[in-house]
């Protein structure tokens, strides 16, 4: 049985990022091995002392047309793809001088980071880099004899190898080398081709890519019967990707979904304007409060749901500070998740060894498009991130009572959840606090009547003689169909609801909303959340 071992003799490299890229070539060189590269690769090897061919040596063309033609040439992709000990690849490479590669390095001009950073169409059509990926693939596709690194972590991977193996590689390595490269050239055009859609207006292209880079392998998803991985996919937005981990143990699957359901609801309050705080069990909001500091308004928000709130996640709008910290590790909790953090207050958290501590640096825009992807059988349902903000919508009061102004600002934040409570959902806010929550329930009376008892046992835990739903205000995701949720809304104690309109019966739901002497405001816009 022939060795599945091939020698690296020659080298080809040609990348954007140059993060221990010297350090690399000379341990390559001081092995024997031959550099070819290009550019500013090329520049940056040689003024570091190290001998390398310039690729138009090699081909005996010169870069043209601004860098855009210098690897697109049979001498570097016959040497790539040249199976060895083939008689007629051999037999063609020596007829036309064509010398066989057998290390690439590549990783591509920088389109997401030059998206991201926000730069003009014709800077990202030139970030499109199209040697790159052709090099790549057909390095991967020659695995049997070709090793292709596409990732700068993988330098000591292939070094240790030829260390191992008198200057060799082997084939498992190849293949998994390949694997990635594909996967990199795969998540390059996905994030090209969703830009372009996005630049262009395409609502619905015809091939959707979904594309990422693994930020962390998992223990197991949702169950311990399931595998994961976290991936990342550049989308310049401030959340769980962005985090810095002070603290804590891994975080696991439903950590992650969780922190995410909560950060993304808090960063609906300005932080300019309040302190606001969501507590987050099972992707749903527990507790949610504005308050004049940080750990006002976790108190009550604690108070909306304490028992949920056991082992939940706590999404921050503002600054972690040492008063806040303080009140937040009375009880178990599994993340908290800030822009910023006080030294104090990290101080203060890392007491408690289990909780995990997230700073993102900021907080994502409620308002950014973006989009939401959801597998099916067989398929992808892919849509626009809701993007909708309740301060952004013609509110329009439909019943005979206008609202006060305290009710209106707490209709405000009441919409403000509901949006970021599964469907169909059911939100009482009294005093900038939700007081009582109904989640996912098939019917909407159900949600009405679940989020009413949960005001209801608050006041209990609080000690309380009254529910806490008693002069509430109440927010619906999407219409009420009947009548029904609505006065199971005003049994509760409700005076004000909000929620979108634009049922069949809404002329029976606004008569049932005047005979209560309800104000109701509707928004036009639904927020089911599935």
């Known amino acids: ?47 570091a002392g190290l001998k390398v061919i310039d690729v138009s040596d090699l081909t005996g063309f010169p870069e043209m047309m601004d860098g855009r033609v210098k690897t697109l040439h049979p001498k570097v992709h016959g040497g790539l793809l040249a199976i060895r000990e083939n008689p007629e690849h051999e037999a063609a490479m020596l007829a036309h001088n064509i010398p066989q590669i057998d290390l690439l390095v590549v990783n591509l001009y920088p389109f997401e980071a030059t998206v991201a950073k926000g730069a003009a169409y014709e800077d990202c059509i030139e970030n499109i880099d199209i040697g790159g990926p052709a090099m790549i693939r057909a390095a991967a596709k020659n695995h049997d004899d070709v090793a292709v690194i596409v990732d700068v972590e993988d330098y000591d991977v292939v070094l240790g190898e030829l260390a191992a193996n008198n200057g060799s590689t082997r084939l498992a390595t190849r293949r998994k080398l390949a694997q990635k490269a594909y996967s990199r050239t795969a998540a390059y055009d996905a994030a090209i081709s969703n830009w372009f859609a996005a630049a262009i207006d395409e609502k619905t292209p015809a091939y959707r890519a979904v594309g990422g880079k693994l930020a962390e392998a998992m223990r197991y998803g949702e169950n311990p019967h399931q595998s994961a991985g976290f991936y990342v996919t550049g989308e310049k937005r401030f959340g769980v990707a962005t985090a810095r981990q002070v603290q804590g143990k891994q975080l696991s699957y439903n950590n992650i979904n969780d922190t995410d359901a909560a950060f993304e609801l808090v960063a609906e309050f300005d932080p300019s304007r309040t302190a606001a705080v969501a507590i987050i069990k099972h992707a749903n909001p527990c507790g949610v409060a504005e308050g004049a500091s940080l750990k006002e308004a976790y108190e009550k928000a604690l108070r909306c749901d304490p028992v949920s709130a056991f082992g939940g996640i706590i999404a921050l709008n503002r600054r972690l500070d040492a008063a806040a910290a303080a009140e937040m590790t009375k009880i178990f909790t599994e993340v908290i998740i800030a822009p910023e953090a006080d030294e104090e207050a990290i101080a203060i958290v890392a007491a408690k060894k289990n909780l995990r501590l997230l700073v993102t640096g900021g907080l994502p825009d409620p308002r950014s498009a973006g989009l939401s992807v959801r597998t099916v059988a067989g398929g992808l349902l892919v849509q626009g991130r809701d993007n909708a903000v309740v301060d952004d919508m013609e509110l329009r009061v439909v019943t005979k009572r206008q609202p006060s102004a305290d009710e209106l600002a707490n209709l405000k934040f009441a919409f403000r959840v509901a949006k970021h409570v599964k469907s169909n959902a059911i939100v009482y806010v009294n005093d900038l606090a939700t007081v009582g929550v109904g989640a996912g329930q098939m019917s909407r009376v159900d949600s009405s009547r679940i989020a009413a008892w949960k005001a209801a046992e608050a006041a209990k835990a609080a000690d309380l003689p009254e529910s806490l739903a008693i002069g509430s205000v109440v927010a619906s995701d999407a219409f009420f169909p009947f009548a029904d949720g609505l006065l199971a809304a005003a049994e509760a104690g409700a ?18 909303a005047d005979e209560k002497n ?12 599935h």
């Open 1 to 47: 049985m022939a060795s599945d071992l091939r020698r690296a003799a020659r080298a080809l490299i040609s990348v954007s990022d140059k993060t221990g890229l010297v350090d690399f070539a000379r341990a390559l060189s001081e092995r024997g091995v031959e550099l070819v590269s290009t550019g500013g690769t090329r520049k940056a090897l040689a003024d």
């Open 518 to 529: 309800l104000a109701m405001v509707f928004t036009g816009h639904r927020h089911f959340r």
């Open 495 to 512: 005076t004000a609801i909000i929620q979108p309109g634009g049922s069949m019966r809404d002329n029976e739901v606004i008569a049932a």
